[in-house]
Nanobody, 121 residues
Framework: QVQLAESGGGLVQAGGSLRLSCAASGSIFSIDTMGWYRQAPGKQRELVARITRGGITNYADSVMGRFTISRDNAKNMVYLQMNALKPEDTAVYYC???????????????WGQGTQVTVSS
C-alpha cells in the first residue's frame, strides 16, 4: 500500500557530508511524522531525527547541530542533511513514516529498506 524508498547513502570520509532522501508513494491520504532511524552492527535501531507535518523537529543528542531533517509535504519526501560526519555515524539508515492511507481511518507506521552510510576515519 505504501512504499518508502531511501537514497543518498554511501562512503564518505570523516568530516564530510551526505544527504539522504526518502520518497513515500502509494495510496497515501496523509503523512504525519516522518523520520530517520539508524542501526549499527550489534546495536539496536535508534532515532536520529524526526519531523512532524507542521515542521516540529527533534534530534538525537549525538547528531544535534550536525544533522538537519526537512520535508516536502507536497512531494511526500523527507531529507536528512548530514554534516561533520564521524565514524560512529556508520550505520544503516532507515526512513520511517506514519501514514494514513486512503479509505482507512487510522495511521500505520511504515519503514524503508534502509541505506548504508559508512564514514571512514
Amino acid at each position: 500500500q505504501v512504499q518508502l524508498a531511501e537514497s543518498g547513502g554511501g562512503l564518505v570520509q570523516a568530516g564530510g557530508s551526505l544527504r539522504l532522501s526518502c520518497a513515500a508513494s502509494g495510496s497515501i491520504f496523509s503523512i504525519d511524522t516522518m523520520g530517520w532511524y539508524r542501526q549499527a552492527p550489534g546495536k539496536q535501531r535508534e532515532l536520529v531525527a524526526r519531523i512532524t507535518r507542521g515542521g516540529i523537529t527533534n534530534y538525537a543528542d549525538s547528531v544535534m547541530g550536525r544533522f538537519t531533517i526537512s520535508r516536502d509535504n507536497a512531494k511526500n519526501m523527507v531529507y536528512l542533511q548530514m554534516n561533520a560526519l564521524k565514524p560512529e555515524d556508520t550505520a544503516v539508515y532507515y526512513c520511517n513514516a506514519v501514514v494514513t492511507t486512503k479509505g482507512v481511518l487510522w495511521a500505520v507506521e511504515y519503514w524503508g529498506q534502509g541505506t548504508q552510510v559508512t564514514v571512514s576515519s
